[in-house]
């Protein structure tokens, strides 16, 4: 099936610190979607993109989806201790939630 | 005004022995998705429901592990004769039914942690 590879892994960052994590795929997406898991927690979809090229802010946390609908990005400003868990992207290439495949993630942890 | 509620949180199985894992979706949502995370990884589709009916079971193993959703009551995830393998956390994710798409508006459950001992 499509994968996707999310980047970096992990970070470690100060708070104040902005924050950049991307997910690339070999394949075109219909949309791209990021979503945070809090630790013990099920995942929460944050910011949703559904046109090529399209950016999205919902808050601190600003989304575009890449122009050749292979990329996506989410970046964090001004990183605050609650922003702490895991970032996945996931990406629809049909219509359906079922469609729906994951990135392994990005773990964010931030130092007051 | 509960959202997806999952139970137990957190099951311990020996090997061979059978684990059942509910999941209750968001009032008035009918579309059911299990999700398999093991450590270290990110979501792994399994199985999408509807009411009465699976509507595509690509993610999920042919052999000892099944799906339903009835008419009344939970969705239930029902793997037979678990391995060590099975130890993952099985996240339940409900969805608002929109025609002619719905596209990411995935509301998920807390999990539920199934160890096999």
């Known amino acids: 099936g499509q994968q996707l590879n999310q980047s970096p892994q992990s970070m470690f960052i100060q708070e104040g610190e902005d924050v950049s994590m991307n997910c690339t795929s070999s394949?075109?997406?219909?949309?791209w979607l990021w979503y945070k898991q809090d630790p013990g927690e099920g995942p929460v979809l944050l910011i949703a993109?559904?046109?090529?090229?399209e950016l999205t802010s919902n808050g601190r946390l600003t989304a575009q989806f890449g122009i050749t609908r292979k990329d996506s990005f989410l970046n964090i400003s001004a990183s605050i201790p609650s922003d702490v868990g895991i970032y996945f992207c996931?990406?629809?290439?049909?219509?359906?939630?079922?469609?729906?495949?994951f990135g392994a993630g990005t773990r964010l942890t931030v130092k007051p | 005004n509960a959202g997806v509620m999952q139970n137990p949180r957190h099951l311990v199985r020996r090997r061979g022995q059978e684990a059942r894992l509910r999941c209750s979706p968001v009032?008035?949502?009918?579309?059911v998705y299990w999700y398999r995370q093991l450590p270290e990884e990110g979501l792994k589709f399994m199985v999408y429901?509807?009411?009465?009916?699976?509507?595509?079971e690509s993610g999920m193993p042919k052999e000892r592990f099944s799906a339903e959703f009835p008419k009344e009551g939970p969705s239930i995830l029902r793997i037979q004769q678990v391995v060590r393998g099975d130890s993952a956390a099985y996240f339940c994710?409900?969805?608002?039914?929109?025609?002619?798409?719905?596209?990411?508006?995935?509301?998920f459950g807390e999990g539920s942690r199934l160890t096999v001992l």
């Open positions: 994710a409900s969805s608002p039914d929109r025609a002619p798409s719905n596209t990411g508006e995935l509301f």
């Open positions: 394949s075109i997406f219909n949309t």
């Open positions: 993109l559904y046109k090529a090229g």
């Open positions: 996931a990406g629809q290439r049909l219509y359906n939630n079922n469609d729906m495949r």
């Open positions: 009032k008035g949502h009918s579309h």
């Open positions: 429901l509807q009411k009465e009916n699976i509507i595509d």
